[in-house]
Nanobody, 120 residues
Framework: QAKLAESGGGSVQTGGSLRLSCAAS????????MSWYRQAPGKDREFVSW???????SYADAVKGRFTISQDSAKNRAYLEMTRLKPEDTAIYYC??????????????WGQGTQVTVSP
């Protein structure tokens, strides 16, 4: 079982930047695929970005060109650099990990979330 902890959320004005971090518990036998999701008030949780051990990435259209995901595999950490933030980026941001271990595939470990608020 993997434990995740997000940090780095906060309040910024439109056009500002934030960097989110996700620290995952260590599992030496496993590699991690890390994702970021977000959930705005009254809305469903939505995909934001993904990265795998080979540094392949994907992004939701709403954040392409503004957000950058990265991963420090040695430290079991993932990051989400968010720039040119907009009020519609306001949400709770969640980190998700899927583990590929010698014993199998273990998906869908979630952190508790970190609040990002962007004011006009």
């Amino acid at each position: 079982q993997a434990k995740l902890a997000e940090s780095g959320g906060g309040s910024v004005q439109t056009g500002g930047s934030l960097r989110l971090s996700c620290a995952a518990s260590e599992h030496p036998d496993c590699t991690y695929e890390m994702s970021w999701y977000r959930q705005a008030p009254g809305k469903d949780r939505e995909f934001v970005s993904w990265i795998n051990k080979d540094q392949q990435t994907s992004y939701a259209d709403a954040v392409k060109g503004r957000f950058t995901i990265s991963q420090d595999s040695a430290k079991n950490r993932a990051y989400l650099e968010m720039t040119r933030l907009k009020p519609e980026d306001t949400a709770i941001y969640y980190c998700k990990a899927d583990l590929a271990c010698g014993s199998g595939w273990f998906p869908n470990f979630w952190g508790q979330g970190t609040q990002v608020t962007v004011s006009p």
